[in-house]
């Protein structure tokens, strides 16, 4: 069982740490060796932090890794893949492995799932069970994966993360053939917008169609200053109509169409609850509803509600919140 | 000079902003059946379809739309025609029920195949119902041409596609040779305002039909999916309301409930 392991720069991505801990429990009960890959430039120090917790640790570092490109990647892994002939290949579903996963799958022949937010082993067969949300947030899907090997992408947030210790393993060097050739996407350039990490919010105040107008969307942020004295990070978020009418930009866009959320707090503010909105939120540990309609399906998910309109609740929770000893 | 050839290849899906008791799930057949909700293209398929036809409306293109299914809903796929797109295909069989993901690529890129001269593929980058979003990468590599993933705006000039890509911490312009595919995200812009007079006009546009026969397929790579369970999703929570008479009395019930389940005690630790 190989994992890849994400990056941010020079640094452990949290995603990581979550699919590290889960790889742990499969491989132990499929009782195989958990490999991890470091893939980049400069990864020496995170495959030397990764190897105290894994059996082996290939590191691919080289200055052309130095940056994502999904077809330098997809071909060195490929490469990698070949050498250690993984069973069960498992990554976090990020944007950039949106691109890598299923193209390298298909390299390799083998089957793919993604956006995953379970694994477990099957004891009477050893086979692996993967759960993943589909249909929005209605449906929990579970597939069967009998014919190795295959690939599986893991949301964000979905399992524990872990800690790595302080052992030292086994660091392995592969050194890859880089083929520039196959490089038909080039890039012209990046830019840096306001990065909203939505997904490692401590919490969450997001506002739905039931908001309106950009005096509403204050309200909101009064109430995102007001949980910051409790809470971390603390971010704006919404549904999908306040980003259609453009009262939010969509990096804050929450749901199927926008970013997966899971954090610790999340209220919803004249959200009605459809189902693509629901897929977004699953993760949430605990949902608070404020809606003026008694039958808002964002009632049936969440733990505590309050039916009002939100001008009158959001400024009242936010004075409660502010002299709250 | 010929015009641009562009192909969208567009779901049809249960729509997904239908209220979330509108899907019924079997757990003996392992189906999902969509109880009052009507088939809608598939919401990113759609902001596809957008990108194609802002850039026939720039340039000039000629813009065909695939759609693939077991059964497929004239009225609701003639949509595209009606936004504006020339041809709508359909690739209805079947053999084409439940497919996985890879065997919908499989179909999608043969037909392309057959178009023959096409210079940009599109699809959305993810459908609202299985939620994959691998079949554009697949067709992608069948066809074996460049892939764009998460698009959020898609220009063609001097005969490369650029692309403004999502990536984390902002975007990313690309630029690729065509003929390529892009996958179209939601950032890219709705599908456009159709009007009851160009609904009505493109009832006359014809339909083309394609069986599993006709594209030639090999029936062995015709899987379909395989789920070894399917349920409803547990994530229905007991809601607590707070009561009260005014906001304020409600505001100072909910935190009650909150610091009672723990919230709080979270909040006060952070506040000590």
Sequence with gaps: MVVLVEREGLAIAPISFELLGIAKQIATDLGVVLCAVAIGHEVADISDQVSSFVDEVYSIDHPQLKSFNSETYIHVLEQLYQKVNPGVILMGCTLDNLDLAPRLAYRMGVQVITDCVQLAVEPETGYLLCTKPVYGAKVSSVFKLVKKPYMITLRPKAVQAVDLGSAKGKVIQFDPIIDESLVKVRTVEKIKEETVSLNRAEAIVAGGRGVRDAEGIEQLKELVKALKKYFGKVELGASRPLVDAHLVPSSRQIGLTGEKVAPELYIAVGISGSLQHLTGILGAKKIIAINTDTKANIFKVADYGVIGSFEEVVPALKRRLEKLE | ?272
């Design chain 2, 1 to 272: 000079m010929k015009p641009l050839q562009l192909i969208v290849c567009a779901k049809q899906v249960p729509d997904p902003e239908g209220p979330a008791d509108a899907l019924r799930v079997d757990t003996e057949s392992k189906k999902v059946i969509p109880i009052g909700i009507p088939p809608v293209i598939n919401p990113f398929d759609e902001n596809a379809l957008e990108a194609a036809l802002r850039i026939k409306n720039q340039i000039g293109a000629k813009v065909t739309v695939l759609s693939l299914g077991e059964k497929l809903s004239q009225p609701v796929l003639r949509k595209a025609l009606a936004a504006g797109a020339d041809e709508l295909v359909l690739l209805m069989d079947q053999h084409f029920k439940e497919l996985d993901s890879f065997s919908t690529a499989y179909v999608l890129s043969r037909m392309i195949k057959k178009i023959e001269t096409y210079d940009l593929v599109l699809t959305g980058r993810q459908a609202g119902d299985w939620d994959f979003g691998v079949t554009g990468m697949l067709i992608a590599e069948m066809l074996k041409i460049p892939v764009i993933n998460l698009a959020k705006k898609v220009e063609i000039k001097d005969g490369s596609v650029f692309v403004e890509k999502l990536c984390d911490g902002g975007y990313e312009v690309v630029r690729a040779d065509m003929p390529a595919l892009v996958t179209v995200s939601g950032e890219s812009g709705e599908l456009r305002y159709i009007s009851i007079r160009s609904l009505q006009a493109s009832t006359k546009i014809p339909v083309r039909i394609f069986s599993a026969a006709d594209l030639g397929l090999d029936h062995e790579r015709l899987t379909q999916r395989t789920i070894c369970n399917l349920f409803a999703f547990q994530g229905e929570r007991q809601c607590k309301f707070a009561e009260g008479e005014s906001a304020q009395d409600k505001a100072e019930n909910l935190v009650t409930l909150m610091k009672e389940d723990g919230i709080m005690r979270k909040i006060e630790k952070k506040g000590d």
